[in-house]
């Protein structure tokens, strides 16, 4: 049974940095596609960033990119997301989830979730 644990999340100012990590367990870690989503309250689940199997690939949302990194230790079965420069909109619940590489329509790749972590940015 696939279980992803994400840690990390929390309050921070504007400005400041916060890394997130998801321990995954149940099947080959390095086999997957990982990725980060957020959902922010009422609104939809957003793609953040995803990252390949082996590490080589990584793709950022628009919103995100130069400020945000995905990372993966396949030694340690977890995967990070580096966050920095955060505003107030990126305030979300952060999710951490593991599938396919899925180009472009990544929420479709993903098999399983973890139960997600609270990022909550002041201004």
């Known amino acids: 049974q696939v279980q992803l644990v994400e840690s990390g999340g929390g309050l921070v100012q504007a400005g400041g940095s916060l890394r997130l990590s998801c321990a995954a367990s149940?099947?080959?870690?390095?086999?997957?596609?990982m990725a980060w989503f957020r959902q922010a309250p009422g609104k939809e689940r957003d793609f953040v960033a995803v990252?390949?199997?082996?590490?080589?690939?990584?793709y950022y949302a628009d919103s995100v990119k130069g400020r945000f990194t995905i990372s993966r230790d396949n030694a340690k079965n977890t995967v990070y997301l580096q966050m920095n420069s955060l505003k107030p909109e990126d305030t979300a619940v952060y999710y951490c989830?593991?599938?396919?590489?899925?180009?472009?329509?990544?929420?479709?790749?993903?098999?399983?979730w973890g139960k997600g972590t609270l990022v909550t940015v002041s201004s």
């Open positions: 989830a593991q599938g396919s590489w899925y180009f472009m329509n990544w929420i479709r790749g993903m098999e399983y």
């Open positions: 990252v390949s199997g082996s590490g080589s690939r990584t």
């Open positions: 149940g099947r080959t870690f390095s086999m997957y596609t």
